[in-house]
């Protein structure tokens, strides 16, 4: 049996996660086969390494080499450089990948890979949420949770799309980091009920849940648009439904990303965000950089929060 080397539960070791021989991939009719350079770390995928068991394969972003073109003739050729993600059951953390043609894209030359390794939960996330919230110039839209990787690639393409835009940052010393990434003004602590002086806002983007998500809520205006992506506070929410009755109008949407892909592709938005970094105008937020044989810290810093931005880990360290 051919093998190669990925990250998989162990229970036995610190953070749960080590490097362990398994079987080569075999892709199908519509999957390239990825010699993958550089990973990145989402807070869910690590979250379930903590609950998952024996020998589960997370990961869901990937950076690499194509070595092997999908049998269909679709997507990148053999010896382009690329960006993707697997889908919900996740593996992409190994030193080969089977990944769809539909969720890989080629990545620029000046674009590195542990630049591109961002891009595919936070940065499509990001876009995504966006997106619902239609034409942005000169609206108003508040993004909660703004240190996380989604919440920085958020306030940069928000700022691109010509909104008035507002973030949140729990620790005073983030606070710069949030600005620039594009927010207008930054509500500090747990509280945002300060950032009604700053609203009513045409967009909403939520990933703490909880209090926060409430608050939110009450600082819609008519016919505006509250994205609910995550619950990094408490997935339980007590609302006034009055706000949503008197104000009217008020969508709330649970972006959930596998179930976006349903309805459109990740290559080209993967492309379109790639080529951005290229161009300099979207800052891949990377604040750590390790060897995938650190995998387990990382992931513990990371549930921890011991950082903002992006955790990638290199194969070839």
Request: no cysteine.
């Given at each position: 049996m051919n093998s190669i080397r990925a990250i998989v539960v162990d229970p036995s070791v610190t953070g749960r996660l080590a490097i362990n021989e398994v079987e080569s991939p075999k892709a199908g009719p519509s999957e390239a086969l990825v010699e993958v350079q550089a990973i990145s770390l989402n807070r869910g995928e690590v979250r379930d390494v903590m609950e998952a068991k024996a020998g589960w394969r997370p990961g869901?972003?990937?950076a690499g080499t194509v070595i092997k073109q999908a049998a269909n003739g679709t997507g990148p050729k053999v010896g382009s450089r690329v960006v993707g993600m697997v889908?919900?059951?996740g593996g992409a953390w190994a030193e080969q990948v089977a990944v769809p043609t539909n969720m890989l894209a080629e990545i620029p030359t000046n674009v590195s890979f542990a630049q591109a390794a961002t891009l595919p939960v936070a940065g499509l996330t990001a876009l995504y949420a966006l997106d619902k919230g239609g034409l942005l110039l000169h609206k108003r839209v508040l993004i909660t949770g703004s240190t996380g990787g989604v919440g920085l690639f958020a306030h940069q393409l928000a700022r691109h799309s010509g909104a008035y835009v507002v973030g949140t940052a729990r620790n005073v010393r983030n606070e710069a980091i949030v600005r620039e990434a594009g927010a207008d003004?930054?509500?500090?602590?747990?509280?945002?009920s300060s950032a009604r002086?700053?609203?009513?806002?045409h967009l909403i983007i939520d990933s703490v849940g909880g209090k926060t998500l409430a608050s939110a809520i009450s600082l819609l205006a008519k016919g505006a648009t509250c994205i609910i992506m995550g619950w990094s506070a408490s997935d339980e929410v007590t609302i006034d439904i009055k706000d949503l009755i008197t104000t009217g109008g008020i969508t709330l949407y649970g972006l959930n990303m596998f179930e976006e892909f349903n309805h459109r592709d990740g290559s080209e938005d993967l492309a379109r965000l790639a080529q951005m970094v290229a161009e300099q105008k979207l800052h891949t937020p990377i604040e750590v950089e390790a060897s995938w044989h650190e995998i387990g810290n990382v992931a513990?810093?990371?549930?921890?929060?011991q950082f903002t931005g992006k955790a990638v880990l290199?194969?070839?360290r």
């Open positions: 869901w972003d990937l889908h919900v059951h003004e930054v509500i500090m602590g747990d509280d945002i002086a700053h609203g009513p806002y513990q810093r990371l549930l921890q929060r290199h194969l070839n």
